[in-house]
Structures are given as structure tokens and as C-alpha cells.
């Protein structure tokens, strides 16, 4: 892995660094830019801009350019026609990433952000970059989301998600993709932050084998269950946000057959991290 390039560091990480109303600066930072009408409808140019705001203003919880050119060479590999996002904050891994999307043949990219502010925000700089008539934001929990897309027939299947919202919903949103048949054989999954702060739940998912998973879905109960400690301990990232809902529980499909591996390489700060890329290369019958 290649030495982080220290000179497109964001600023530093603050005790309290999101929902302070640096999000909303954020958009005064890159409407009021001198060269406003050059940025218009050009995604890498709105990038740049909060790439910029983030390094000399305020620090802002992005994927940045390293993980995020894990994440737009697998989109050019895999060539999705339909990809999900959840978690969407201020819209950079959505720009960088429906941009990828619609250059390699892509039909639609859905955002699911909760929180509705940040979701304005989205929704603003994805029109500024000429994207609107492709990328779709949807404001409310992840797992609610996914359901009504799915009941409305919206979302028919998923080619490619990213996950990067609330940690401990990375498991249960995927298996209640599993459930709805929206991830299955073909389906392409990218998290973040599996180092940095770490996702043990799942990744020990994705890395397990079928008769494993059958195991655990046999054995587990409200009682004693790991994930829901590990969400006890992560929510602490949250404390300034509503309070999460209770995770939601779905069996997903046991039977699907993944192989998964991590890429390391950095957030936008220089901290070690790694994005985890699973492919769903089958099912096993029942």
C-alpha cells in the first residue's frame, strides 16, 4: 500500500465533528466560489471544492479519494446498472460514485441518508453537478427505506451497494437485503470503516461460510446476541443524533455464498482504514 500523500490531509478530527452546522457551511463554502459556473455540472469539480473546504476549513467525514478510488474501480469492473448507498452525509461518495455509475452504462444510484438535513444537502450538491436526473435521495432509517422502495417496486435488485451509516445496521441491512432478494448472485458489496472504527459483526458475516451462517441463525436469540452489545458500544458515535431504532432482525438467506477480502488504505485524515469488498458468488440449496 502506497505512503498517504500528507498534503491532501483534511483538517483535523474535531471531539464533535458532524452536526454542528459545518454541513451547512459547507454549502455557503462552495455556492459562494468565485468560479461557481465552471463547477456547475461537473461532479469532480463539486468533489474538489469540499475536498477543499475539508482541508482548510473544517474536516468533514467523507470517504475521501483514496478509499473512494477502491470503491469507482470496482464500479468500472463491475458496471452495475443499479447501486445503493447507505448512508449519504454530505454527498461526496455519492457524487464520485454516480458519476462512476452513469460513465460505465449505469441506470439509476439510490442515496439513503437518515438524517433529513443532511439529505438536503445531498440533493443540492447533486444538482449542482448535473446529476439529478440519476441519482435518487431517500430521507428516513435505512432498513424502513429499503422495505418501501422494495413494496413499491422501485428497487428490484441491487447490482452494487456501498455501506457507510450506522455501523451495527451494516449486518442486519444486508441480510434484510438478503430476505427481500434484493442482494443475491452477482451482487457486489463495499463497506467502509471496517478498521476505522471496525466492524467485527460484519465482517465476520461476510467471511463466513454457509454451513457457518446456517449455524449461527440456528443458535441465536435475543438474549445473547453479540450484535446487539457491539450496537451498544458504536452508538456512542451517535450521541448527538436521534436515537438509532432497534435493529432490526431478519434471518436474510444463509445459503448465499460469499467471497470477501479487505483493501486497506486511508481516510482523508491519514488514518489507517480499509474498505471491505464481498462478491456474492452463489447459493447453496436449502
Known amino acids: 500500500m502506497a505512503e498517504f500523500d500528507q498534503s491532501k490531509a483534511y483538517a483535523e478530527q474535531e471531539e464533535v465533528f458532524f452536526d454542528d452546522g459545518r454541513e451547512l457551511e459547507l454549502l455557503h463554502f462552495v455556492y459562494g466560489k468565485p468560479d461557481i459556473e465552471e463547477i456547475r455540472g461537473n461532479p469532480q469539480k463539486v468533489l474538489a471544492a469540499i475536498d477543499e473546504f475539508a482541508r482548510t476549513k473544517k474536516y468533514l467525514m467523507n470517504v475521501g479519494e483514496d478509499k473512494g478510488k477502491i470503491v469507482t474501480e470496482l464500479i468500472s469492473e463491475v458496471k452495475p446498472e443499479t447501486m445503493v448507498e447507505l448512508g449519504g452525509y454530505i454527498g461526496y461518495s455519492c457524487l464520485l460514485y454516480a458519476d462512476a455509475v452513469r460513465k460505465a452504462g449505469g441506470k439509476r444510484y439510490f442515496s439513503l441518508e437518515r438524517d433529513p438535513v443532511f439529505g438536503a444537502v445531498i440533493s443540492s450538491l447533486v444538482d449542482l453537478a448535473g446529476l439529478g436526473d440519476f441519482v435518487k435521495v431517500i430521507i428516513g432509517s435505512s432498513a424502513v427505506s429499503i422495505k418501501r422502495l422494495h413494496t413499491e417496486g422501485t428497487l428490484k435488485h441491487i447490482d452494487m451497494m456501498f455501506l457507510d451509516h450506522y455501523k451495527p445496521a451494516y449486518k442486519t441491512d444486508l441480510k434484510l437485503c438478503e430476505e427481500l432478494k434484493l442482494v443475491t448472485p452477482g451482487s457486489v458489496l ?5 478498521i476505522k472504527p471496525g466492524n467485527p459483526p460484519y465482517l465476520e458475516y461476510v467471511r463466513s461460510s454457509v454451513a457457518e451462517k446456517r449455524k449461527a441463525a440456528e443458535d441465536s436469540s435475543d438474549e445473547s446476541n453479540p450484535d446487539a452489545r457491539f450496537a451498544d458500544r458504536t452508538a456512542k ?37 480499509g474498505v471491505e469488498i464481498t462478491r456474492c458468488t452463489g447459493e447453496e440449496s436449502s
Open 190 to 194: 463495499a463497506a467502509d470503516n471496517v
Open 237 to 273: 458515535q451517535y450521541a448527538n443524533r436521534q436515537t438509532e431504532e432497534k435493529l432490526q432482525q431478519s434471518r436474510g438467506n444463509p445459503n448465499l455464498i460469499y467471497e470477501s477480502k479487505l483493501i486497506n488504505s486511508y481516510e482523508p485524515s491519514g488514518v489507517p482504514d
